[in-house]
T-cell receptor, first 114, second 117 residues
Framework: NAGVTQTPKFQVLKTGQSMTLQCAQD?????MYWYRQDPGMGLRLIYY???????DKGEVPNGYNVSRLNKREFSLRLESAAPSQTSVYFC?????????????FGSGTRLTVV | GENVEQHPSTLSVQEGDSAVIKCTYS??????FPWYKQELGKGPQLIID?????GEKKDQRIAVTLNKTAKHFSLHITETQPEDSAVYFC????????????????FGAGTRLAVHP
């Protein structure tokens, strides 16, 4: 199984450009998440989708939008990129049914906004 | 909401020594505490987790302890090896009642562990 697949792995954007980060999981998980990782700040939740058809804001949602396209796919969109959005972005999924479950992470997208 | 603090931010040990990383949490409703290891250029991977009805859990050279009264939990790595070098994250999560049942993890800032041969 591939687990959680993120594309692209690297991206450089100019300020004001838009882009969509793609994430797909093949584990039939209900819940999916987008985190950003910045030095000294750990992983901060941007948006999450508890189940297909629902999305909710996390800690740092400003400047982002998400789409839960189907059970497998959860995309993150930057409408007008800013240098403050330079970060490593991780998608994760979990099977929330039956109680507490850990996450499976993708390998990340390193985004630089210049 | 939940806040998780992690210490130290960096840790350097000699091969064969033990390493301990500590985390505290703020939300007394949190009852699930996983630990992740992140190697360079990769996503975090679960290495061990503990639920609030357990005080300690071991898996070979790795152990986690939980003190619910003090709201802190720790990761212990014994007989460290160079391949243990990585960034380690703790996390906490309250069980949220929801039709599908899911948990939202709040992460600590991470500890960079270096094991020197």
């Amino acid at each position: 199984n591939a687990g959680v697949t993120q594309t692209p792995k690297f991206q450089v954007l100019k300020t004001g450009q838009s882009m969509t980060l793609q994430c797909a999981q093949d584990m039939n998980h209900n819940s999916m998440y987008w985190y950003r990782q910045d030095p000294g700040m750990g992983l901060r939740l941007i948006y999450y989708s508890a189940s297909e058809g629902t999305t909710d804001k996390g800690e740092v949602p400003n400047g982002y939008n998400v789409s839960r396209l189907n059970k497998r796919e959860f995309s993150l969109r930057l409408e007008s990129a800013a240098p403050s959005q330079t970060s490593v972005y991780f998608c994760a999924s979990s099977d929330g049914t039956g109680g507490l479950r850990s996450y499976t992470f993708g390998s990340g997208t390193r985004l630089t906004v210049v | 909401g939940e806040n998780v603090e992690q210490h130290p931010s960096t840790l350097s040990v000699q091969e064969g020594d033990s390493a301990v990383i500590k985390c505290t949490y703020s939300d007394s409703a949190s009852n699930y505490f996983p630990w992740y290891k992140q190697e360079l250029g990769k996503g975090p991977q679960l290495i061990i987790d503990i639920r609030s009805n357990v005080g300690e859990k071991k898996d070979q050279r790795i152990a986690v302890t939980l003190n619910k009264t003090a709201k802190h939990f720790s990761l212990h790595i014994t007989e460290t090896q160079p391949e243990d070098s990585a960034v380690y994250f703790c996390a906490g999560a309250p069980l949220l009642a929801f039709s599908g049942g899911y948990n939202k993890l709040i992460f600590g800032a991470g500890t960079r562990l270096a094991v020197h041969p």
